[in-house]
């Protein structure tokens, strides 16, 4: 059964010119799953991992913002509780779309809702749990993502929980020594975690709720297919700025790279979840 909810789209926008190159349809996301996907190590992966920390009653009311292609769900088909009625937003309606129809098999409730996070559209009170899966550093100012979890916190119920997941400041920085290495003028799309690490995440996060709780994922990736790798590198938004034939070069770099460590890179990942709830 799918919930019948208007989908409203909200006039403010996240970091514009990021999300709109980032996240106008799915490819550049699935890039960078698809490279997790094929060379993490730690067998017990991301998303089932996440659901595991999760501490839901069997009814309840469940919103995800910035949602993504709704790959936490599509991982977790098989545990979902038939009782939860859940709500995916995304900022990109062309992400939410790909959405839909990666949960079409899941059996859940699910509705969908193009928003922005510093404008959630929903009343207050109406989720038992609040999910901000790897998404929360996109927004470029503190006050912008004091906006937004202000904004979560008045859509939880009170004693409901709040998720954010996030990376550490050292997270893939073999990656973007990489990026460095070719050209230290190119800010790597990594970097941008340090808007809302898991080091500077707590601090916010308790100025709005808590028990505030960090747990760590820990993984790394042992990559063995330099394509993959070029190809999630190429999917960072920074670098869609580049030359065609910049672009070109970075690719051979990465290969000759690639060869030289012996045709294995490994890259160190550092996530893990914010654990909070509204007092």
């Known amino acids: 059964m799918r919930l019948c909810m208007e989908e409203r789209l909200s006039n403010e926008i996240v970091s514009k010119d990021l999300l709109s190159q980032q996240y106008k349809s799915s490819s550049n996301l699935e890039a960078r799953i698809s490279l997790h996907e094929r060379f993490s190590t730690n067998p017990l992966r991301p998303h089932?991992?996440?659901?595991?920390?999760?501490?839901?009653?069997?009814?309840?009311?469940?919103?995800?913002?910035?949602?993504?292609?709704?790959?936490?769900?599509?991982?977790?088909?098989?545990?979902?509780?038939?009782?939860?009625?859940?709500?995916?937003?995304?900022?990109?309606?062309?992400?939410?779309?790909k959405a839909k129809q990666s949960t079409l098999t899941v059996n859940g409730q699910f509705a969908y809702s193009v928003a922005d996070v510093t404008g959630i559209p929903f009343g207050a009170a109406l989720f038992d749990a609040v999910i901000a899966n790897h998404m929360l550093y996109y927004l470029a100012t503190q006050s912008d993502r004091a906006q937004a979890l202000a904004g979560l916190r008045r859509v939880l119920k009170p004693g409901g929980k709040f998720y954010a997941s996030t990376n550490g400041v050292n997270h893939m920085q073999a990656m973007a020594a990489l990026v460095n290495e070719f050209d230290p003028s190119i800010p790597f799309v990594t970097q941008v975690v340090r808007n809302f690490s898991l080091e500077s995440g707590p601090l916010e996060v308790a100025e709005w709720f808590g028990d505030v709780e960090l747990r760590r994922y820990e993984d790394e990736l042992v990559v063995t297919d330099a394509q993959p790798l070029i190809d999630f590198i190429l999917?960072?938004?920074?670098?869609?700025?580049?030359?065609?034939?910049?672009?070109?070069?970075?690719?051979?770099?990465?290969?000759?790279?690639?060869?030289?460590?012996g045709s294995v890179i490994r890259i160190r990942k550092d996530s893990g979840l914010l654990c909070a709830r509204h007092l």
């Open 235 to 261: 999917s960072a938004s920074t670098i869609f700025t580049l030359a065609e034939g910049k672009k070109t070069a970075l690719s051979e770099f990465v290969r000759k790279r690639f060869v030289e460590q």
């Open 48 to 97: 089932r991992w996440i659901f595991d920390q999760f501490d839901l009653p069997s009814h309840a009311t469940v919103l995800e913002v910035g949602g993504g292609v709704g790959k936490l769900w599509q991982d977790n088909a098989d545990r979902l509780s038939p009782n939860w009625r859940i709500l995916l937003t995304d900022f990109s309606a062309g992400m939410l779309e």
